[in-house]
T-cell receptor, first 111, second 110 residues
Framework: NAGVTQTPKFQVLKTGQSMTLQCAQD?????MYWYRQDPGMGLRLIYY???????DKGEVPNGYNVSRLNKREFSLRLESAAPSQTSVYFC??????????FGPGTRLTVT | GESVGLHLPTLSVQEGDNSIINCAYS??????FIWYKQESGKGPQFIID?????DKRQGQRVTVLLNKTVKHLSLQIAATQPGDSAVYFC?????????FGAGTTVTVRA
C-alpha cells in the first residue's frame, strides 16, 4: 500500500514549456486534490475532484488544467510554464472532504 | 475570503517540555478541523482532527482543543521530542474543502 505517489519528484522547466504532473492513490478514495506550497505560506488549492468524472477550480487555478483519468489517477498540467509557477506541488486524496492524505510533492522550478 | 491563521510563525521548545501551537479561524460555519505536521522535504502528515461538536480530543502525546466562542484551535504536544521538529498546519473544512493556515515552525532544543 503506497498511499499517494507523485511523479516526477523534481523538474526544471524553461518559461513557455509544458509538462504534466502525475498523481496516483491506491486507497480507493473518491476525492483528489492538487495544492501548491510557496515559501512561508500554507497550501493553496489549485483544483480538486470530488469524485471520478468531476473536477472543480480551487483558489489558484489560473495557468493549470487537470484530468481525473480514473478513480486512482489525477494529473495536473501546465500548458505554458511561467516563473510564478515555481513551487512545490502536492497531490492529496480523501474518502470524503475530511482527512486528506498527501503525496511527497514535486519540486518545480521555472526559469 | 475566509482564512485560517496561526498566531506565531515560529516556536522554540526545550526537549521534554510541552508545546502549544495556536490557530485562529474565521469561518464560524466550519464543521471540522485538522492538524498536520510537515517535516522538511516531505508532504504534510495527519496528526489529529476534531469535529465542531467537540471541544477536546486526545491522541498519542497530542491534544487538540477547540474553542468555538473565540474561534480558536490549539495543538498541545506533551513531552516534546527532537522528532517533533517540523512545520505544523491547522486546516478548517468549509464549502467541502480544506483551507490551510500558513504554519508554525517548531524547533526542539536539546
Amino acid at each position: 500500500n503506497a498511499g499517494v505517489t507523485q511523479t516526477p519528484k523534481f523538474q526544471v522547466l524553461k518559461t513557455g514549456q509544458s509538462m504534466t504532473l502525475q498523481c496516483a492513490q491506491d486507497m480507493n478514495h473518491n476525492s483528489m486534490y492538487w495544492y501548491r506550497q510557496d515559501p512561508g505560506m500554507g497550501l493553496r488549492l489549485i483544483y480538486y475532484s470530488a469524485s471520478e468524472g468531476t473536477t472543480d477550480k480551487g483558489e489558484v487555478p489560473n495557468g493549470y488544467n487537470v484530468s481525473r483519468l480514473n478513480k486512482r489517477e489525477f494529473s495536473l498540467r501546465l500548458e505554458s510554464a511561467a516563473p510564478s509557477q515555481t513551487s512545490v506541488y502536492f497531490c492529496a486524496s480523501s474518502i470524503a472532504t475530511y482527512e486528506q492524505y498527501f503525496g511527497p510533492g514535486t519540486r518545480l522550478t521555472v526559469t | 475570503g475566509e482564512s485560517v491563521g496561526l498566531h506565531l510563525p515560529t516556536l522554540s521548545v526545550q526537549e521534554g517540555d510541552n508545546s502549544i501551537i495556536n490557530c485562529a479561524y474565521s469561518n464560524s460555519a466550519s464543521d471540522y478541523f485538522i492538524w498536520y505536521k510537515q517535516e522538511s522535504g516531505k508532504g504534510p502528515q495527519f496528526i489529529i482532527d476534531i469535529r465542531s461538536n467537540m471541544d477536546k480530543r486526545q491522541g498519542q502525546r497530542v491534544t487538540v482543543l477547540l474553542n468555538k466562542t473565540v474561534k480558536h484551535l490549539s495543538l498541545q504536544i506533551a513531552a516534546t521530542q527532537p522528532g517533533d521538529s517540523a512545520v505544523y498546519f491547522c486546516a478548517e473544512r468549509g464549502d467541502y474543502k480544506l483551507s490551510f493556515g500558513a504554519g508554525t515552525t517548531v524547533t526542539v532544543r536539546a
